[in-house]
């Protein structure tokens, strides 16, 4: 069955209401109607099943017959340069649907795209909630506005709970993701990626004096989005792994 959200605000008590554009695309796009069953979610790990009771154009109003709650029992924080075009849409729409928490994008010394207008902010957030919908996730993948590389590195080695690894190009072939972790349990992950061109030498020995790991993702030279998703793919499976 879809998963619709619908901001925590709309959902009081017993009861929840779809206004506006989302109404209208539930009703006419995907052609519920009062009566019907639905579910929804709140953004913050709760998933309810509802029941349609009224239904307008562009207004939905209904009871919850049923409520669970789910979140990601580990944290995957995805600091990123941002690639050029379209292509960090894709990003994001595949970094929300494999589980990551949030995305920073990245300002380095090399980077292309280094700030984002208000409505492309509002746009990369719907792309996000629209994944969230897709794939079944009761939260929301956030996203920031860009961060400084120095003040990303401070701010993600700051929790020490967290293993922070650094993709370049440049490391030993031999220091893949598992050997990083292999003795370690940490509750999550910040993955720093960087653009093309990769990462000044200057930068990633800052990130090593905060104790950032540099990691290997093999011998080929991957582009921004395929090289943050590999990493997380392959980071959710060792954090998934430590936690059985």
Known sequence: MPHFYVEPKNIINSGFKIEGAQAHYVLTVKRFNAGDEIMIFDGLGNSYKGKILTADKNFIAGIILSSSYKKPSFEINLYTAVPKGERFE???EKAAEIGVVKIV?????????????????????????????????????????????????????ENKNFITVLAWESSDLSKTLPFIFEGIKPFGANIFIGPEGGFEDCEVAFAKELGVKTVSLGENILRIETAAIAAVILTSALLCKNTI
Do not use: H, V
Not at 107 to 127: C, G
């Open 90 to 92: 894709w990003l994001i």
């Open 105 to 157: 994008p990245l300002i380095t010394k090399r980077s292309a795209q280094t700030d984002f207008s208000e409505n492309k902010l509002a746009r990369f957030e719907k792309i996000s909630i629209s994944a969230s919908g897709q794939c079944g996730r009761n939260d929301i993948m956030k996203i920031y506005k860009p961060q400084d590389f120095k003040t990303a590195c401070q701010n993600a080695s």
